[in-house]
Nanobody, 128 residues
Framework: QVELYEIGGGSVQPGGSLSLSCVSY??????????MAWFRQAPGKEREGVAA???????RYSDSVKGRFTISREKSKNTLHLQLDALQPDDTAVYYC????????????????????WGQGTQVTVSS
């Protein structure tokens, strides 16, 4: 049994910052997901991979957020964070935490098909 919960989100003006966190409950004590990620979905758009990180701490970012968002993962834990800086109205979306038990090499870290566990999402709104 796996449950993911997003914490944070809210409303901010353009240029502002927010922090998101994801905490998890995993039935098998001590199990660490090989990869975790943040996705987002804006109204009328497909779900988009934003940032992902593997168990070694290697991160990937979408071009739209590179240099503005920072993903981090607490060592040896299934706790994930996302720092969102220099936010823009186009960043408005529901943000989802995701995790996968797939640790195979060569996978696309930002493909939603890779992830088999999802949180319920948290709203981020950027407007003036």
């Amino acid at each position: 049994q796996v449950e993911l919960y997003e914490i944070g989100g809210g409303s901010v003006q353009p240029g502002g910052s927010l922090s998101l966190s994801c905490v998890s409950y995993v039935y098998y004590v001590g199990y660490i997901f090989p990869r975790m990620a943040w996705f987002r979905q804006a109204p009328g758009k497909e779900r988009e991979g934003v940032a992902a990180v593997d168990i070694q701490g290697s991160a990937r970012y979408s071009d739209s957020v590179k240099g503005r968002f920072t993903i981090s993962r607490e060592k040896s834990k299934n706790t994930l964070h996302l720092q969102l800086d220099a936010l823009q109205p186009d960043d408005t979306a529901v943000y989802y935490c995701a995790a996968t038990s797939d640790g195979a090499s060569g996978a696309d870290y930002l493909s939603h098909g890779l992830y088999n566990y999802w949180g319920q999402g948290t709203q981020v709104t950027v407007s003036s």
